[in-house]
């Protein structure tokens, strides 16, 4: 699994997105730490820095992201639940697969709304990560 998720993480044509990407990436070390995949990321987009920027606001939540670049609202309920409890409740899984997926149509809407201006198209907002 490690060299599939190594292969895609890695890849010059992948970008991957996250949202203020440094508490996963902290989450990551502790538990799969001898894993290599997370250790470098060849694009990686922090959409929460590349919101900002684009729409002039800053430190705004991936909620107010989706509901303004998307439309959806998306709960927040579980964000605050104990995650280290295992196994996951039903709810907990259902918000973690949603909170990671409204990043894809958001992401989307964002490039679109800036369009072609070059200070904010998305390659500015990618940048390698090396832990």
Excluded at 13 to 19: Q, Y
């Amino acid at each position: 699994m490690d060299a599939a998720l190594t292969s895609v993480f890695m890849n010059p044509k992948t970008t991957i997105v996250g949202f203020s990407f440094g508490s996963d990436l902290a989450m990551l070390s502790k538990h799969l730490g001898k894993m290599n995949f997370w250790q470098e990321i060849t694009n990686l987009c922090d959409l929460q820095k590349f919101h900002s920027a684009a729409m002039k606001q800053k430190n705004v939540g991936l909620a107010h992201v989706c509901k303004e670049m998307v439309g959806k609202s998306i709960c927040k309920q579980e964000r605050m639940s104990d995650w280290e409890r295992r196994p996951l409740r039903l709810a907990q899984q259902h918000y973690g697969a949603l909170d990671a997926y409204c990043m894809i149509p958001a992401t989307r809407a964002l490039i679109a709304k800036v369009g072609d201006d070059p200070k904010l198209g998305i390659k500015n907002f990618t940048k390698l990560y090396s832990s």
